[in-house]
């Protein structure tokens, strides 16, 4: 930090660090005493980030985005020459080093940035304002690229940092609007009616009756009426199935005379897959479900769910007919990343939930990242005090600092947090009671910063006290000078594997996972060991890496990675598990004409490592297929398709972020499995591989992955996650659609454009509203409706044939009480339309101008 400082500003006052006391601390003004007021409250201090329009023909060198941070002192004392320093945290990379009205802009570490005063700077006198004005480095921005929490941070109490009033100006546009065929181009409501317009509103008796799409459905002719709730009868081990059959069935029903419902598990005809089951709803013999397991029981009550009127139907009967019905694949997955922004059980329970109910079984927990730490293990408690706590301080050793808008308070239920031993074991026995799989996700040897930081916290600690085991869990060599940046602009997050303390740290963790899983009677079969971007640059000039190297006759850092999985896979499997693995796992860099390739690690490919393969993108489209052809079990999760993280598109209201793709529900519901780029231009397609019918016998399943870098409410998973798990549910339940495997693409249109209708059709007429009216409480995306005039009309249609339209003339924005849409819209104005469901929760709103 700067240490400069005036005479006037020497020292905070009293009434200044009692306001911040709240957010210190214990202890944290040892070395702070109160005196003379004499500079600004940082809570006085107003702080506005906007996105600046770009001049007419402006080339920035090398891309970018002209922003600006406009600094308010709304305090009655000055904002001193010198001694302090503002803090705040984002996602992209910004230009350490800008200047601009006397202040210098500085990277921290991570995402954590901050402006200080330079020589120049004269101070900021009350009611003053100044501007501070850069080149954002990403030209395409997105409103999560934003700046967020701001804190004050004077240097006469270093470990007091004070939130700032900030306001973000909304972004207007997206960097590229009206560049024809860019992906970051604005989506208008004109473009969104045409798209719109494949898929038309069909007759209730025309929408498919359930998802995802079952193996083989035979419709009866009659109907079986729900007098009364159901008789359940099931044996004792399905018990969990008969209770979730009987909370199917409404409360206003009466408690007695429904038909039957019984639930066996027995053999399915035709269907070796442990989870098929076979559904048989009759008018004379009431409903039967039959399941080559539990799990498969589980999913024919699940069916006969979406089965069922709405609730608060007038009439309460289902159709006969008969079902059999088997999974595509036997690994289909979501995972959550509760490191980046922590979310506590309840959050957890909400998505195993819905999970189940949309036949999903694989729950990948990503527990630990860079930024935090979210299990408690027994005999490291670091990992928790420090590891999972994120907040200022000025002394390295008492937590993390902030990152994705966590803030300067340790106490925010975002950046801090973690699971007890109780709770994850509470997870565990929750997702096995819906036959899901609970795979946890240790990060390393990259993204490992919080298990870094905090294993040398308890290191300094200990050997201060004079313990001889200081270094027993020490994951860095302290002399190391490598130079490296991650992709979360870290140089400090590497697990060092010249380091036998390291393997200790590794087994001590992997036992006491494995522990918890089998007190809860769910054992562990495998677990994810991350492997995922490690920074080139690391371990380069580590002297422990480099003594190892030498030691075990390794050339380079690539046979140092094989070195540390081999030892790895071997903790893992003395634990009685296999080893799982982002893509990284089984591949192998290396050169060709000069430049990095990955091609299949040989090494590995008798391991039984699962490769979890996510980097889809320009170049690297075929990587998935080229190892599993190499020998490799693989679960696909391409970023261009299944991150859920990233931003339905490049408009400005959309939330998430864009690195890799923008993801509309269609984009997930298109995706091919076996043919990741049918619908990729020819020249794109050329000199990349396909799969054998080998390596088909290698893919194990399809993943959808939400990383939570800007979900810091639970309600932003819900916009993000839903409805596109539907669409992945489809994908990895039901086999190819026939529009996915002719090879005339003029019947693959015609077939996709009903299949597609039908898929949206069923969402808006039945899967969501059931999900509104069920007390799901799921605040999932409602997506702005498509509009275009025509011979002085305005046509409205929404994605989800069945939503309900409203609309207003006036230019206000339309509430629960507007007028409905229901046909083309004659007034004359500003038409805003939004789309609503059916509690009233209004969606993004639409605008047009009817002359």
Known sequence: MNKKMNRAGAALAAAVLCAMMTLAAPGAFAEAAPQAVSQADGARLQLRWELQRKPAGLQLPQGGSPARFTLINADSQPLPPSGWSLYFTGIDRMPSGAQSSGLVLEHVAGGLFRLRPGPDFKGLGPGQTLAFDYRHNDSVFMPSRSPTAPYLVYDAAPDVGVPLQYTLTPVLEPAQRGKVGSPHSFV???????????????PAAQVPPVLPTPLRLEPGAGRLALAGRPAVTASAALANEAALARSLFASSLPASGGPALHL??????????????????TAAGGIDIVGNSAAGVAYGVQTLRELLPLPGSAVMDLPEMSIIDAPRFGYRGFMLDVARNFHGKETVFKWLDLMARFKLNKFHFHLTDDEGWRIEIAGLPELTTIGAVRGHSARPGVRLQPAYGSGPDPRDPRGSGHYTREDYKEILRYAQARHIEVIPEIEMPGHARAAVQAMEARYHRLKNAGGRDAARYLLSDLDDRSEYSSAQYFNDNVINPGLESSYTFIDHVVKEVAALHREAGAPLKTIHMGGDELANGAWEKSPASDAWKRKHGLESSADLWDYFYERVDAIVRKHGMTTSGWEELAARKTVLDGGSKLIPNPRFTRSGFTAYVWNNTVGLEDLAYRLANGGYDIVLTPVTRMYFDMAHNANPEEHGVNWGAYVELQTVYDFIPFDIMKDAPEAARMGKDRLTDYGKRRV??????????????????????????????????????????????????????????????ALGQRVLPRLDLDGTRLAYRIAPPGLVTEDGRVLANHVLPGMQLRYTSDGSEPSASSRLVTGPILERGTIRVAAFDRNGRRGAVAAIESR
């Not at 208008?188 to 069909?202: F, K, M, Q, V």
Request: proline letters at 6%.
């Open 700 to 761: 194990r399943g399809i993943q959808a992955n939400l990383f939570a870098e800007t979900a810091r409410d639970p309600a932003r998973i819900d916009y993000l996650v839903m409805p596109r798990m539907v669409a992945l549910a489809e994908r990895a339940w039901a086999a190819d659609p026939g529009w996915a495997t002719t090879q005339d693409p003029v019947k693959a249109e015609v077939l996709h454009r009903g299949a597609w209708s039908g898929f949206v059709n």
């Open 188 to 202: 208008t409501p004109e473009d969104t009616y045409w798209r719109n317009a494949r898929a038309g509103l069909l």
């Open 264 to 281: 066996s598990v027995g053999k399915v005809e035709g269907q070796d897959s442990p989870e098929a089951y076979r559904l048989r709803i």
